[in-house]
């Protein structure tokens, strides 16, 4: 298919895996190239680390070719065009009317959550987030010697994660926490936090006076019914003095190696700690690449059409890996994936931890990420999977995994 005639209409899932799926191997890729740094053995189908196997839009890859062959990459200075482009996506999508001094920002979004840690706590002073999550967040915390609380979520019935709010409010007030990392959507349970699950929680936040990071790095990436809501939004702005907010166009439109994320601070004292303890540690002018890829991702209507078809791609992926899985193996727990394009999934009523790794590795020929990087023991018969790839490497794997795990 010839991209340039199909800039502005969306493509049904086999075009577009046709037009933009590519082959990662040997271009450095961690994902694809970097099996050695996790696994055993390196010929593994990869479906760990969370990037996508589709090339980006045609006119994000255009603004940064047109930017480079006129401009040297001189130092320069953050592009007006880029804020708005921040500010019209977030109220466009996302109906979250943000202030143009509301806005700074981090090479990326974890680098930004150690800034906070650095900028807003102490030493042994402790974090809390909801268990299962995504491991960096311990790291980054553990990394600067502060304690991680862990409130595990409770799972129901059909494989959904919901909070405990006694078990949540007893953890902050017993460990006197300071900072709440919150996952919308959660990575990896794929759960999109509603408008009313934010508003409990972040009460009990703020009963406690506990500072928010909103981690909404996945925020385009919604596949089921329930919208994401940002928590800058939540209850009209309730809680927005007392929330930062991060994010950025790595997960959406898979660019993570570009070094960019915003960082969103309604509150003028929170920006200022913030900003000051970056100056502390940090010295760089704007990234032009990032901002000009950012400018374009969220202008082009070619960049939302993609985006609407990436996510029909993943969706495909998920109802495929379901079906199938379910069928053959009726125990197996998927967690519904409203959000994400990560795949939980607890294969404890037929696998013993002990053997999840040998099963994926030397059985399947998988690399997933296994459960216990999201919270150790309890997780280690879960697996999660990154569905933004072919379906012809979904089938694969599903079929590897139903040819090895027995009922
Ligand atoms: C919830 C979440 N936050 C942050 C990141 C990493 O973002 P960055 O590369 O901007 O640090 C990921 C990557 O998987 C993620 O899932």
């Known amino acids: 298919m010839n991209l340039a005639e199909c800039k502005r209409f969306t493509m049904n899932t086999i075009e577009f895996t046709k037009t933009y799926y590519i082959d990662r191997r040997g271009s450095h890729s961690r994902k694809w190239d970097g099996e050695h740094l996790k696994f055993s053995r390196t010929d593994l189908l990869p479906l760990w680390v969370a990037d996508m196997d589709f090339m980006p839009p045609q006119c994000i890859q255009e603004a940064i070719c047109s930017y480079v062959k006129a401009n040297p990459l001189g130092y320069t200075m953050t592009n007006p065009d880029y804020i708005e482009a921040v500010m019209s996506w977030y109220k466009r999508r996302h109906n979250c009317s943000l202030k143009q001094e509301w806005l700074t920002s981090a090479p990326n979004v974890i680098t930004g959550i150690m800034w906070c840690i650095g900028a807003f706590t102490k030493t042994n002073d402790a974090i809390a987030v909801l268990s299962p999550v995504y491991g960096a967040f311990d790291t980054s915390a553990s990394d600067a010697q502060r304690q991680i609380i862990a409130v595990p979520m409770n799972r129901t019935e059909d494989n959904r994660y919901s909070v405990d709010y006694d078990a949540f409010e007893r953890a902050i007030s017993e460990h006197d926490v300071k900072l709440f990392i919150h996952c919308n959507p959660h990575n990896p349970v794929g759960h999109v936090w509603t408008e009313q699950e934010m508003d409990r929680l972040f009460r009990i936040c703020q009963r406690h006076h506990v500072l928010i990071i909103s981690d909404e790095i996945h925020q385009d990436l919604i596949t089921g019914p329930t919208a994401f809501t940002s928590a800058l939004t939540v209850s009209n702005g309730a809680y927005a003095d007392n929330i930062i907010a991060m994010s950025s166009l790595s997960k959406s439109f898979n660019m993570a190696s570009l070094h960019h994320a915003e960082v969103i601070i309604p509150n003028e004292q929170l920006r200022s700690q913030f900003n000051a303890y970056k100056a502390h540690v940090y010295h760089t002018d704007s990234d032009v690449i990032a901002e000009t890829a950012i400018t374009a991702a969220y202008t082009h209507p070619e960049a939302e059409a993609w985006l609407t078809d990436v996510l029909a791609v993943i969706r495909e992926n998920y109802e495929y890996l379901c079906r199938e899985l379910c069928t053959a193996l009726p125990q197996i727990r998927i967690s519904p994936m409203d959000g994400t394009y990560l795949a939980w999934i607890d294969f404890g009523a037929y696998v013993k931890a002990e053997n999840m790794h040998d099963l994926f590795e030397n059985k ?39 040819k090895y795990v027995h009922p």
Request: include cysteine; hydrophobic fraction near 40%; glycine fraction near 8%.
């Open 364 to 402: 399947c020929r998988i690399a997933p990420s296994f459960g216990e990087w999201f919270g150790g023991k309890n997780y280690t018969t879960f697996v999660r999977l990154n569905l933004a790839t072919s379906l012809e490497n979904i089938r694969t794997a599903t079929h590897n995994i139903i």
